[in-house]
């Protein structure tokens, strides 16, 4: 009796773990083609026009993919050394591991040792949960047997380590090298190769960012396991040891610029590509992080000394009220709380944006005026009407009307008067067209309009592109409401010697190796090289002596004009050199005036200065002057030098005192 109950005992223990294996089987449905599959969401990253990274971009898990081919023979000797070392032979579960692991259980009273395999690890991660139950060991190690009949160990291999959690984020060991690291795969020494197999174990206590000794503790373990095994030779096995690699504490975006990266996903989405973050993108943009790096400190610079200046202002009033008895108590102090920026910068001749920042402080306000901002650019928007001028045939010496004068206009029935003042409250009688545009005359604009034609003028403001244009003489002042970028398009009109271009900010976009996107040059011809040179000419006495002196730089020739609208809302700059145009706006962002001291040139002419300050110091190199195109004729009028050309004509002997006797008779 007691003998057949020993043997039922014992075949029953025999056959028991046949039949738990069995009753797994048949209870569940294995399905293992997320792994077969294998699909993972993939981080896309965003880089400037050197091929610098500014972002990377993803949704939950940051993960750069890597094929079998790209990853380091010794990743995979050093994974497997640590890990499984009988990964190449067994069929996906280690029974001799298992064995131990069970022997040492019954010993210890306790789990103390593992016996999964890289395959059954790959398992755990991708297709069950974490729970620390027989269950799941059980269905572990069918899901791993399945695996391995679907699947080449190279196959595996490859999920592995683009599947794993390798700490701080990363996900997959193209991701780890890059994050801790900073470094491509093929460029990893063996130590650094070391630390990131030793992490799966325990990525958050081996993580190098958090514990650096431990890591290395752990590193130290894979090499000298790989030593044992034979695979590295005693050299190599020194070098490793004593090697310390530095270690980068970056953020998974590592985002330079998150004006850029929130700009390109705004394009993306209008391109049809709905998964930025998942895709696995590389996205060349047209940026130059040096630049952009500029332009945010530029417009930095300029909103702190605006906010020194006004508070300058202030003291200055207080003083007054306090010379003239008044009560100093009462003194309300300019709000400054919605005081913002932003500021664009294009390559001329191509109409690639170069820099773009949308507020003087991300962190404070995402919202990017550069691009998403409407406002009017005021007499930043005069160069085009005397564009237009020059391409009729006027020059910077014809005259111009500089008057005051009352215009009626009905509106809702009502009838009302405009009564357009010059800012600095002066009139000239006679001015050239030159001055005019210097000094940003209101009365010689609106009487240039008025002389040109609205009609006209408006048919030939076509050819610039610009919509949205007011049909009235307040186009003169600028009254259309346009972006820091829509404004620097317009601008490339005069920048790129007649020749408007299309901005661009995306280059190019590629997934898998395959070029999904490239940019094409889109151009729109406005006038001849001589006539764009012409207003280069004014635009650069604008800044030589005009309203844009605080523009100025040394060593460089610039050119531009100021827009400062009623009330001082906005202020603006927007010019260019040789080869780069930059716009700069300043305004508060409740549309309310600034103080009534700050210009578009004393508040946007800083940035616009500083900015191409630090571009001279980046590219010493760069074209500092203006050519002259082959047509252009070089006059002496007065005490100045005059340009002119076959449309704009040199003025007839006399005429400038024919005019001036018209106008006195």
Sequence with gaps: MIKKTFITLFVVAFLAPFLVVGYFLVRYDYDISPLVNYKPDLTTTIYDKYGEKIANVFDKQHRFYATFDEIPPRAVEALVAIE?????????????????????????????????????????????????KLSRKIKEAIYAIKLEHALTKEQIMERYLNEIYLGHGYYGIKTAADGY???????????????????????????????????????????????????????????????????????????????????????????????????????????????????????????????????????????????????????VPSDTSKLNGALVSLDSKTGDVLALVGSVDYKKSSYNRATQGRRQPGSAFKPFIYQVAIDLGYSGATKLVDIAKTYKYEKNGTELKWQPKNYSKNYHGLITLREALIHSSNLATINLVNDIGLTQLLREFKKFGIKNVPKDLSISLGTISLSPLQLAKYYTS????????????????????????????????????????????????????????????????????????????????????PTIETVVW??????????????????????????????????PQIQRKFEKPDGIIEVKVGKRMEYFSDISKPPRNNVEEQVEEELIF
């Design 586 to 619: 300043f305004g508060n962002d409740d549309n309310t005036p600034m103080h009534k001291k700050e210009t578009g040139g004393r508040v946007a002419g800083p940035a616009f200065s500083a900015y191409f300050k630090k571009l001279l110091q980046y590219y």
């Design 181 to 331: 690291f900073h470094k491509k795969l093929s460029d990893l020494t063996l130590k650094e190769i070391a630390i990131l197999v030793g992490l799966p174990k325990a990525p958050s206590t081996y993580a190098p960012t958090k514990n650096y000794e431990i890591s290395m503790g752990r590193a130290n373990r894979v090499i000298s396991r790989m030593h044992a095994l034979g695979w590295i030779d005693d050299k190599t096995y020194e070098k490793a040891l004593a090697e310390n690699p530095k270690v980068y504490n970056s953020t998974l975006t590592q985002n330079k610029a998150p004006f850029i990266v929130d700009e390109v996903a705004r394009e993306v989405r209008s391109m049809g590509l709905k998964d930025l973050k998942t895709g696995g993108y590389k996205i060349y943009t047209t940026i130059d992080l040096r630049l952009q790096d500029a332009a945010r400190k530029s417009l930095k610079y300029a909103y702190e000394f605006s906010l020194r200046r006004i508070k300058w202002y202030d003291k200055k009033a207080m003083q007054r009220m306090k010379k003239r008895g008044e009560d100093i108590t009462k003194f």
């Design 494 to 577: 005069f920048a790129n010697h007649g020749i408007q271009m299309e901005t661009h900010l995306i280059d190019s976009i590629q997934k898998d190796g395959a070029i999904l996107y490239k940019k094409q040059l889109k151009s729109r011809y406005i006038t001849s090289p001589q006539q764009a040179f012409i207003m280069t000419t004014i635009l650069r006495d604008v800044v030589r002596r005009g309203t844009g002196v605080r523009a100025r730089v040394k060593g460089i020739e610039l050119a531009g004009k100021t827009g400062t609208t009623n009330k001082n809302v906005d202020g603006w700059f927007a010019g260019y050199s």
């Design 84 to 132: 499984d070392t009988t990964f190449f032979e067994h069929p996906g579960i280690n029974i001799d591991a298992i064995f131990r692991a069970a022997i040492k259980v019954l010993k210890a009273g306790r789990a103390v040792e593992g016996a999964s395999t890289i395959t059954q690890q790959l398992v755990k991660n991708r297709l069950l949960t974490r729970e620390k």
